[in-house]
T-cell receptor, first 114, second 115 residues
Framework: AQSVTQLGSHVSVSEGALVLLRCNYS??????LFWYVQYPNQGLQLLLK??????LVKGINGFEAEFKKSETSFHLTKPSAHMSDAAEYFC????????????FGTGTRLKVLA | DAGVTQSPTHLIKTRGQQVTLRCSPK?????VSWYQQALGQGPQFIFQ???????QRGNFPDRFSGHQFPNYSSELNVNALLLGDSALYLC??????????????FGPGTRLTVL
């Protein structure tokens, strides 16, 4: 069985500050991990993904995430927040075998303060 | 290259009615998954269709059913609507065998309101 926990349903940062959105997962098999962003009244857009190989993953819009197996974490970071980063962010996990569905966290709403 | 498209954009129904939502996958994709996203929640997997058959199903009642057509497009049907069915319904497409991790591409969703 798999699950995802996103700590902090709402996060506020100042423009130019570091963005850190937390994601912890549980999986009985090696996971595939994803971060998606959702803007108001829109679908989900893939930011980045971890499948195999390098544990530090770079995505679009300057975001990156690090897969830490020992901590079962996949936190999303961006060095400098921009106003356009304000959105809802979802972490998701998929098993490497036996299933094809994504399990999503409950999301973190990022607010960027001017 | 057209991405995943869904119709309609918005829908209002009353309790007890039935609804059909439609999805066209991204060009070249052969698999469609449906998710329900209630307000303030993350998407929850409903089911996935491949080769016109339901491949996997989440924890949703039989009131939720689907279909996939030979052109890979898909429908989600919900019978006997309840107030709790109000949500954004997302369709995602992927290519089985394209990647091991079954990368899914999401459409903009259909907002269903049940009164």
């Amino acid at each position: 069985a798999q699950s995802v926990t996103q700590l902090g349903s709402h996060v506020s940062v100042s423009e130019g500050a570091l963005v850190l959105l937390r994601c912890n997962y549980s999986s009985s098999v090696p996971p595939y991990l994803f971060w998606y962003v959702q803007y108001p009244n829109q679908g989900l857009q893939l930011l980045l993904k971890y499948t195999t190989g390098a544990t530090l993953v770079k995505g679009i819009n300057g975001f990156e995430a690090e897969f830490k197996k020992s901590e079962t974490s996949f936190h999303l970071t961006k060095p400098s927040a921009h106003m356009s980063d304000a959105a809802e962010y979802f972490c998701a996990v998929s098993a490497t075998a036996g299933t094809y569905k994504y399990i999503f966290g409950t999301g973190t709403r990022l607010k960027v303060l001017a | 290259d057209a991405g995943v498209t869904q119709s309609p954009t918005h829908l209002i129904k009353t309790r007890g009615q039935q609804v059909t939502l439609r999805c066209s996958p991204k060009s070249g994709h052969d698999t469609v998954s449906w998710y329900q996203q209630a307000l303030g929640q993350g998407p929850q997997f409903i089911f996935q269709y491949y080769e016109e058959e339901e491949r996997q199903r989440g924890n949703f009642p039989d009131r939720f059913s689907g279909h996939q057509f030979p052109n890979y497009s898909s429908e989600l049907n919900v019978n006997a609507l309840l107030l709790g069915d109000s949500a954004l319904y997302l369709c995602a497409s992927s290519l089985i065998g394209g990647t091991q991790y079954n990368e899914q591409f999401f459409g903009p969703g259909t907002r269903l309101t049940v009164l």
